[in-house]
């Protein structure tokens, strides 16, 4: 096992005709751009994927690196395996600086999102591959049965089977073995479950769990989906952008944001977020004066401020309530497994999200009384920093 810490790192890619060509391929999951609207910088002809990152990981633990594609989580990874050198910055295992060295050095165990199996070899020479190059021969028989022990029911019939007959949760258990044969030091997963179906992600998900309870290995899991994230990690470093915006337990980091990007990413649906303006130490939000109690909000005075209240924490009446203001239903979606409902509402030009207890009497154009629970309301600066 081993404790991890990355200190400043800087790391830029060469842009080409609007394509990134960076000395080491990064993931596909590492684009420079998509639809979330994570565009990192672009000067010079370099876009800055990582900008000063810093963070820890301490021993035996699993931290996931969670982001929407494009903020710079595989390009990370990359470093921390030695695959990328960073422009700036230092890596260390045990406190000692590992930057230079290189990834066969470094002793990590790699899985890719797209397998990476070696298309002519049968999975036990995948498997045993390392072996062989290493000239240690011998050991490889044992260590593919011990991997057979610890895969569980069913690998060892993948054993002699090539990578194209293989179906997509088979090839990544192997490429999962193969990480695990070696007995790496540092577990580094790059997403490997987005290529899976919903119903087979799931049970890879229970695998993995018990593998990274079973071997206690230092391990960093990168991936854009936070059920994943929560399921697999003990703590959670959340990217934008090609930095790290806060790290802790999903509890944390879902009680208290650091800022609107960590409030508007977590949560299924995330929090809302709506446009208000500080009037008199309160906050005006659409037809709402809510008052917080707040001395900081008076230096704040007429300034435009962000209005964050989770979909849980919205309250919907048919009857009218103290501070209620009524609102047109737009849709209502039912979550039949969780017992509840989704139903939207128009403010302005933003939409708010309630859920709560199903409801049959809501239909679209029904109006009701919409209120906040006054506890769990949250107000971020122009600047998106939390300051309630």
């Known amino acids: 096992m081993v404790a991890i810490e990355i200190k400043g790192i800087e790391l830029d890619f060469s842009v080409r005709n609007d394509k990134r060509r960076p000395v080491d391929l990064p993931s596909t999951s590492d684009r420079i751009e998509d639809e979330e609207g994570q565009s990192p910088v672009v000067e010079d002809g370099l876009v800055h994927a990582l900008d000063g990152v810093n963070l820890s990981i301490r021993n035996g633990e699993t931290l996931a690196v969670l982001g929407p594609s494009g903020c710079g989580k595989s390009s990370l990874l990359r470093v921390i395996a030695g695959l990328a050198e960073p422009r700036r910055g230092g890596v260390y295992f045990d406190g000692v600086e590992v930057t230079n060295t290189s990834p066969r050095e470094r002793h990590v165990g790699l899985v890719f999102q797209d397998y990476a199996l070696y298309p002519h070899m049968e999975s036990k020479r995948n498997l045993s591959f390392f072996f062989i190059v290493n000239q240690r021969s011998d050991e490889s028989e044992d260590r593919v049965r011990d991997v057979c022990e610890i895969m569980g029911e069913g690998f060892e019939d993948l054993l002699e089977r090539m990578p ?86 999903y509890r944390e980091l879902y009680d208290k944001p650091h800022n609107t990007f960590v409030a508007g ?12 303006r500080v009037h008199q130490s309160n906050v005006q939000v659409g037809a709402w004066d809510l008052s917080f109690n707040e001395d900081r909000l008076r230096i704040l005075e007429g300034e435009s401020v962000t209005f964050g209240i989770r979909p849980e924490h919205v309250i919907v009446s048919e009857e009218d309530r103290t501070g ?50 006054a506890s769990h309301m949250y107000v971020f600066d122009s600047r998106g920093i939390r300051i309630i």
């Not at 993995?208 to 703590?235: C, M, N, P, W």
Request: glycine residues 6%.
């Open 164 to 249: 194209r007959k293989l179906s997509g949760g088979e090839k990544q258990r192997v490429a999962v073995g193969r990480c695990i044969i070696r007995d790496p030091s540092v577990f580094l997963l790059d997403e490997p479950l987005s290529n899976l179906d919903a119903r087979l992600r799931a049970t890879l998900r229970l695998q993995l769990k018990r593998l990274l309870q079973h071997f206690g290995t230092t391990a960093i899991y990168v991936t854009h989906d936070q059920s994943e994230a929560v399921a697999l990690a003990d703590r959670i470093a959340l990217m934008q952008s090609g930095q790290i915006s806060q790290v802790g337990t």
């Open 265 to 276: 990413f977590l949560g299924e649906p995330p929090m809302n977020l709506l446009p208000g």
């Open 324 to 373: 209620a203001s009524w609102l047109e239903v737009e849709t209502v979606q039912p979550l039949v497994s969780d017992r509840e409902q989704l139903t939207t509402f128009m403010v302005g030009q933003s939409r708010l999200i309630a859920r709560h207890r199903p409801n049959s009497k809501l239909r679209n154009g029904s109006k009701v009384a919409v209120c906040f629970s």
